[in-house]
């Protein structure tokens, strides 16, 4: 256990519906990364967070996907209108200035 | 972008043989290269990790090199234990971090 958590752990959903993950970090770190990861591959980057601001998002995520964080503390990624292509696991991760990430255990979308 | 190429993909060793695993990435300003173990249903767990600067890091079964003139960097687990078994990603850090495509490690008792 990293100190990491991620609510809920698993998220079963209908194409079309908004759903949105939740993501609690070690209390210490002020970096905040989202990742996607699906099977067989690596976690794919989508956002960091240094505090409360959003710094860099990928060109790849779609615009139906919008993260925040407030306060610097919690954050939360929302996906809108979800497709069975987002169906995926979910990664949070947290670390400091010196790079290290520390992983949570995933939320897993399934849209049907 | 960067690009990281993993290999092997699957990899499977007999209990207390070594494993090595290998990663090239393209961008020469990463500067930071983790490896990461991920078992079944959980978050991937940093194992070890070098920075540019250094080029070796070794901590008790687990080593990891890295060489910046060809842009490869490897994990190494000598005397590999059943529970070693697990996926392990390479990972390299430019304006972002990159994620290999993952070995799936199998000691075989």
């Known amino acids: 256990d990293t100190g990491v958590s991620q609510d809920p752990r698993h998220k079963i959903t209908k194409r079309g519906q908004n759903v949105t993950f939740r993501c609690d970090p070690i209390?210490?770190?002020?970096?905040l990364y989202w990742y996607r990861q699906t099977l067989g591959q690596g976690p794919e980057f989508l956002t960091y967070f240094q505090n409360e601001a959003q710094l860099e998002k990928s060109r790849l995520l779609s615009d139906r996907f919008s993260a925040e964080r407030p306060k610097g503390s919690f954050s939360t990624l929302e996906i809108q209108r979800t497709e069975q292509g987002d169906s995926a696991m979910y990664l949070c991760a947290t670390g400091t200035a010196n790079y290290e990430q520390y992983f949570g255990p995933g939320t897993r979308l399934t849209v049907t | 972008g960067e690009n990281v190429e993993q290999h092997p993909s699957t990899l499977s060793v007999q209990e207390g043989d070594s494993a090595v695993i290998k990663c090239t990435y393209s961008?020469?300003?990463?500067?930071?290269f983790p490896w990461y173990k991920q078992e079944l249903g959980k978050g991937p767990q940093l194992i070890i990790d070098i920075r540019s600067n250094v080029g070796e890091k070794k901590d008790q079964r687990i080593a990891v090199t890295l060489n910046k003139t060809a842009k490869h960097f490897s994990l190494h687990i000598t005397e590999t234990q059943p529970e070693d078994s697990a996926v392990y990603f390479c990972a390299a850090r430019g304006n972002q971090f990159y994620f290999g495509t993952g070995t799936s490690l199998t000691v075989i008792p």
């Open positions: 961008d020469s300003a990463s500067n930071y």
């Open positions: 209390s210490e770190h002020n970096r």
